[in-house]
Structures are given as structure tokens and as C-alpha cells.
């Protein structure tokens, strides 16, 4: 199957400090990619949609002045955490969509482990 | 972006028995996904079931769908420790964009 690379896996950082969240498509052209956030024990919750070649469509209540988001090829997009303060500190994750034969199967990154100090 | 609900929340059997998750949704679906995430780990995509199917096996899984009740089920058969995981369901958008389940946490106990 296809393979999406996130990186880094963890990262801890000085309050202040931004963080840049990298997800690549391997094997397979992505147009689009998903950014996910994840709590503890809960569901994914879904940040923003990264478009290649235009902005990214953010969901409400999401700052998309504190999340950049930048999706400059068809394999690289990546998530810059601005000014990270401790209540960002979280579980990130990235998928892509392999659209082939009319499905929509979401290929994941492994996650970044946020944690501001 | 949850639609979906999951019960149970958490589901704690013994090795080898069967486990069962639900999954139910709000509106009409192209298809529905079951995904397994182990621990502090990202997403993988177990099995699609389209609309127009009521069945589908792979290997110990089986999940049935429900359009009528609007609901899905996952059955794991003689499960395993390495089972172990997160289940969502989740289905989709026009966008590509996935709808998610609350997920049910699955502890097998050797």
C-alpha cells in the first residue's frame, strides 16, 4: 500500500519557539493532504485540509495564523506550529488520500508527539 | 468532523474471543472505513465497505453494514494480543475529506 512519512516522530520545544511538522507521500502524488489533531483517548480531530498549489481550507475555530500550512509539491506538505505555547502541546498527524478506483482510503502518517515547555 | 458514534468506548476480552465494534452515522455515505491506530501511533486502514454491500471479510474481519439503521459493525474472530488497538470507523465527504468515529480502545488480555 501507499506510504506517507511524517517527521519528526516527537519533538519538545521551548515555549515561543515554532515547529515545523513535515508529511510526505512516498510512492504517490497527494494534491491533497489532511492535518489532525489528536487528544488523549479521543477521536481525530480534523484542523486542516492542505491544498497543493493554493491555500489551505482550515476548519472553524482552527488559527490559520498559528498553523501555517504549506503544501509546495505534490509529495511534501507541511504544518509550522507559530509561537508553540504548552496548550499546543498534542498528538499531530497526517494523512493522504489515495483516490484510485472511486475510494477514498486515507494513508496516515505515524505522528508527530508535540510537547511546549 | 465526528459524525459517528462508537460503542463501546473501550472493549477488554480474552485472547481468542470474538470482538465486536459498532459504528453509527449521520447521513448518507459513498462508503464506510475501519481503521486501527496502535498506541501514540498514526492511522491504518483495515477494510472499505461500499453502500451497495451489506458484507465484507478480510481474513479475521468481517464487517456488515447497515444503511437502513444508518450503522456498521467490525467483528474481529479469534483475536490476538497484538489486536490490541484503536478501532474508527469513518466515512466520507465529496472532498476526500473523512468523517470519524469517537473509536473504541480494544485491550486483548493474554
Known amino acids: 500500500g501507499a506510504v506517507v512519512s511524517q517527521h519528526p516522530s516527537r519533538v519538545i520545544c521551548k ?6 511538522i513535515e508529511c510526505r507521500s512516498l510512492d504517490f502524488q497527494a494534491t491533497t493532504m489532511f492535518w489532525y489533531r489528536q487528544f488523549p483517548k479521543q477521536s481525530l480531530m480534523l484542523m486542516a485540509t492542505s491544498n497543493e498549489g493554493s491555500k489551505a481550507t482550515y476548519e472553524q475555530g482552527v488559527e490559520k495564523d498559528k498553523f501555517l500550512i504549506n503544501h509546495a509539491s505534490l509529495t511534501l506538505s507541511t504544518l509550522t506550529v507559530t509561537s508553540a505555547h504548552p496548550e499546543d502541546s498534542s498528538f499531530y498527524i497526517c494523512s493522504a488520500p489515495e483516490t484510485g478506483l472511486a475510494k477514498n482510503i486515507q494513508y496516515f502518517g505515524a505522528g508527530t508527539r508535540l510537547s511546549v515547555l | 468532523s465526528q459524525q459517528g458514534e462508537e460503542d463501546p468506548q473501550a472493549l477488554s476480552i480474552q485472547e481468542g474471543e470474538n470482538a465486536t465494534m459498532n459504528c453509527s452515522y449521520k447521513t448518507s455515505i459513498n462508503n464506510l472505513q ?77
Not at chain 2, 479475521?60 to 488497538?85: F, G, M, P, Q
Open chain 1, 15 to 20: 515555549s515561543g519557539t515554532s515547529v515545523k
Open chain 2, 34 to 110: 475501519w481503521y486501527r491506530q496502535n498506541s501514540g501511533r498514526g492511522l491504518v486502514h483495515l477494510i472499505l465497505i461500499r453502500s451497495n454491500e451489506r458484507e465484507k471479510h478480510s481474513g479475521r474481519l468481517r464487517v456488515t453494514l447497515d444503511t437502513s439503521k444508518k450503522s456498521s459493525s467490525l467483528l474481529i474472530t479469534a483475536s490476538r494480543a497484538a489486536d490490541t488497538a484503536s478501532y474508527f470507523c469513518a466515512t466520507d465527504l465529496s472532498n476526500y475529506q473523512l468523517i470519524w468515529g469517537a473509536g473504541t480502545k480494544l485491550i486483548i488480555k493474554p
